[in-house]
């Protein structure tokens, strides 16, 4: 008898998945153990295992579509053994289809029967847009790169207008020509461009974009917040860092200042143990181990890889975790393992010139430490006006949780210690 693959939840706040590409076609042996497919969730990209042994006989969900969790994906069995796709479990996704706006009509006291809805038509290869995320396999990209093919003048024929390695390999015979109203070469930069600044389109909002905006909204409209802000001198951390990174430079180390703030917020979690909290409605949860997860920017949202038991590890563990999670991360390869169950986050802007920021709690987290650059500006120490580096963090609370009080200790702790950086080596 045929065995039946459904869709899987591989993430907490999964309900679709979107099959990225089959690894495997009708007809071939499986064993168990075997990928079958490559899964995009809302957070990560994953590989689809088989538990069966067999034949694949059928394929029931195309490269491209979304199948809701519980929904059948293929069926493996014995060779020559019919089989017939089973009715999904659930709900098909709504199919998200840019419209025309209606036209104007005249008030009426009674409400308007809704106008019959006809099926919808597979839409056409639509051409990849003038700004923003262009939808593009990373095998059509790493060849665009290679044969240095414009992604953005070059029309997309696989699901959604996705650009695949057989658009690239036409636009190499037949290059596309210039848009109309772009230049080919230099004249004068922004101040003298014309034109619209991006194609008017309406773009459909992606499973990722949609959990965030879920979740963001729920945290901003129910979460009481109260939000602490401290400057600091960021000279000691710079000087320290800078002299680890020289002598320890044949090792491969290279610790980054995010290191040193992701250190610190485990040890003032240790110091002030109320921030590493959660709100349970009925009860306040206090974590016993400080999992330390930090945003890390994607395509389409962002993701918070997660350090577990930060509080155990120095620096240099933290330092080699977070570049490897934050590789993995923008990989779209991170499991729900690496990605769940933080108990605090960190999110850093300094790498974009951003001086000051406030960030949203991600819960059931009870708090978010934003980061700041590096500022360099004058400053007063020992009553003389010196040339100094300080660095803002602001901290979002979750007044449910714990007053302004507890956060201002915990960002009392965090000031110590980063302005006296050894103590994070201990």
């Not at 080919?184 to 499973?207: I, K, N, Y």
Request: proline share 8%; hydrophobic share 45%; with cysteine.
């Amino acid at each position: 008898m045929a065995q039946f693959i459904d869709m899987p939840k591989l993430s907490d706040t999964m309900t679709v998945g979107t099959l990225v590409k089959w690894l495997k076609k009708e007809g071939d042996v499986i064993k168990a153990g075997d990928m079958l497919a490559e899964v995009e969730t809302d957070k990560a990209t994953m590989e689809l295992e088989s538990f069966f042994a067999g034949t694949l006989l059928k394929i029931f969900s195309a490269a491209g579509a979304q199948v809701a969790i519980g929904d059948p994906l293929c069926a493996i069995g014995k060779p020559g053994e019919v089989v017939a796709a089973p009715a999904p479990k659930t709900a098909a996704p709504a199919v998200v289809t840019p419209v025309a706006p209606p036209a104007p009509v005249a008030a009426s006291a009674s409400e308007p029967k809704p106008a019959p809805v006809s099926a919808p038509t597979p839409p056409a290869p639509s051409p990849a847009p003038a700004g923003g995320r262009v939808r593009i396999s990373p095998l059509a990209r790493k060849l665009a790169a290679e044969k240095k093919i414009d992604v953005t003048r070059v029309t997309g024929s696989g699901p959604g207008g996705r650009i695949v390695r057989a658009d690239i390999l036409a636009a190499e015979k037949n290059p596309p020509a210039a848009k109309a109203g772009s230049a080919s070469t230099f004249t004068g930069g922004a101040l003298s461009a014309r034109g619209p600044v991006q194609e008017e389109r309406l773009v459909p909002v992606s499973t990722m974009r949609g959990v965030i905006a879920k979740r963001m909204l729920e945290s901003t409209t129910q979460i009481p917040y109260v939000y602490l802000d401290i400057e600091m001198d960021a000279g000691p951390l710079l000087a320290l860092r800078e002299q680890l990174n020289t002598g320890l430079e044949k090792e491969g180390v290279k610790l980054s200042v995010n290191d040193f703030i992701l250190k610190a917020c485990a040890d003032a979690l240790r110091r002030v143990p109320a921030v590493n909290a959660s709100w349970e409605a009925t009860h306040i949860r206090r974590h016993s181990a400080a999992h330390v997860a930090f945003a890390v920017a994607m395509e389409d949202g962002l993701i918070t890889p997660v350090i577990r038991d930060a509080h155990l590890k120095s620096i240099f563990q933290i330092s080699t975790e977070a570049k490897s999670l934050g590789k993995k991360a923008k990989e779209k390869k991170l499991v729900p393992a690496e990605f769940t169950g933080g108990t605090f986050c960190v999110s850093n802007l300094g790498m974009m010139g951003i001086p000051k920021f406030t960030a949203i709690i991600n819960p059931p987290n009870a708090a978010i430490l934003a980061v700041g650059t590096t500022v360099t500006k004058p400053v007063v120490k020992n009553g003389q006006i010196v040339v100094g580096q300080t660095l803002t963090v602001t901290l979002s609370c979750d007044h449910r949780v714990f007053d302004g009080a507890v956060g201002a200790q915990f960002l009392g702790a965090l000031k110590t210690l980063l302005e006296s950086p050894a103590l994070l080596l201990v």
